[in-house]
């Protein structure tokens, strides 16, 4: 087996800078997912002549295995040869920390995964140890080392700015000023790490891999400690001006209720995050002195047990975000609205979500029968890490070390 950045550097020159472009965005998308010329055309924007050529080059140079077409030559599915190169994703949450690692000739549920319930909510250099020691057995784990890492993605679930790959001001806690887990892992691994809004990337795994691939404009929402939304059109991230696209959970769904961490009143996360659900839960039970649940996991464990209280806190957190998504459908009219997170572990969020979400919106926008969906994150926890590890590779496009 060899390397990407090796084997691509023995390539002959393009002809033009842009065809040398255009050849490395191609393998790269090979890397995220294999798939068929034309599966690789929608996915990187290019036509699919552009896309041929590319192939017939990396075949030729023998990183793709020869393609068995179908029908008018497009059909057939394009994969690398086996390869030394790991690919690497990092969900770093308040109190749940996910790192995925897959050698990048492995399909993309061929993953190895760490998982720690410590999260970031201690601070980032407390957490910074073990988060290294975690990617570093995911890696052990595919059979590879440290220096066989090609890519490595970051998602956190905090405001990124896109021109800068810092946090958007307010830097919320457990974030401080000059902490920087891009540069610290990045410089660790010897690669150019790349980061962004776990929401952001949660949209990106589910546009990638779930069924619904094909759909032009996905929302995806998680729903755990916090409350975000990321949004994806035609294929790309909608970010905005300084990152802030999609921070759902700050929209004001009450202008008399609870200050919000963010320094706002009756953001939606002061009535459906983590601490609001626990702390209503809580409130309910002081009537008949037992004892509460100190974490979300409890109370979604008890929902599922039937308890009463924690049933209807998890419908009534679900009709809350499904008339917050009803605005939003209004305002993008999206192909596929997916749920995700630690809440949409339990049916319920869905179920209340579904009832505001058509009794709110426009009919047209949530119609039965046409092609919006309303639906469960398929890839569940693991969808921030996926997405990172997509964003760590299409962010070697452009970088120096990547293959070229």
């Not at 065809?19 to 890397?31: C, P, Q, W």
Request: hydrophobic fraction near 40%; include cysteine; glycine fraction near 12%.
């Amino acid at each position: 087996m060899g390397k990407l950045r090796d084997l691509l550097g023995e390539l002959p020159k393009a002809v033009t800078p842009t065809r040398s472009t255009n050849r490395r965005k191609v393998l790269l998308a090979i890397a995220i997912k294999a798939g068929t010329q034309v599966d690789i055309a929608r996915r990187t924007m290019l036509s699919q002549a552009t896309v041929s050529a590319a192939v017939r080059e990396l075949v030729t140079a023998g990183l793709v295995p020869e393609v068995k077409t179908e029908g008018k030559g497009r059909g057939g599915r394009v994969s690398l040869v086996p390869v030394d190169d790991v690919g690497v994703g990092v969900h770093l949450g308040w109190n749940h920390t996910m790192v995925v690692a897959r050698r990048l000739d492995k399909e993309f549920d061929q993953v190895s995964v760490r998982v720690s319930a410590q999260g970031v909510s201690k601070g980032w250099h407390r957490a910074l140890p073990e988060v290294k020691e975690m990617i570093a057995e995911a890696i052990e784990e595919t059979g590879r080392r440290r220096a066989d890492v090609l890519s490595l993605g970051i998602a956190l679930p905090r405001m990124i700015d896109p021109r800068t790959g810092g946090f958007t001001p307010p830097i919320l806690p457990p974030w401080r000023p000059g902490d920087d887990p891009a540069g610290d892992l990045g410089a660790w691994l010897g690669v150019r790490a790349v980061i962004d809004n776990d929401a952001n990337l949660g949209a990106l795994a589910e546009q990638t891999y779930g069924t619904r691939e094909n759909a032009e404009t996905v929302v995806y929402v998680k729903a755990s400690t916090g409350v975000g939304a990321g949004i994806i059109v035609h294929n790309n991230v909608l970010r905005g001006h300084r990152g802030m696209a999609g921070e759902i959970g700050h929209l004001t769904v009450d202008p008399d209720g609870a200050v919000c961490q963010c320094g706002g009143r009756g953001c939606l996360e002061t009535v459906m995050g983590a601490d609001a659900l626990i702390a209503q839960v809580r409130a309910a039970r002081t009537r008949n002195s037992a004892s509460g649940p100190e974490t979300l996991e409890q109370v979604i464990k008890a929902a599922d047990e039937q308890d009463a209280v924690c049933m209807r806190v998890i419908q009534d957190a679900g009709r809350r975000l499904g008339h917050s998504l009803a605005q939003l459908c209004n305002l993008l009219n999206p192909d596929l609205v997916v749920v995700g997170g630690q809440l949409a572990e339990s049916r319920l969020l869905l179920e209340g979500c579904n009832e505001t979400l058509r009794r709110f919106a426009l009919p047209g926008a949530v119609a039965d029968g046409g092609a919006f969906t309303l639906a469960l994150s398929e890839l569940g926890t693991r969808a921030e890490p996926q997405g990172a590890l997509v964003l760590g590779l299409r962010g070697q496009e452009n970088a120096g070390s990547a293959p070229a």
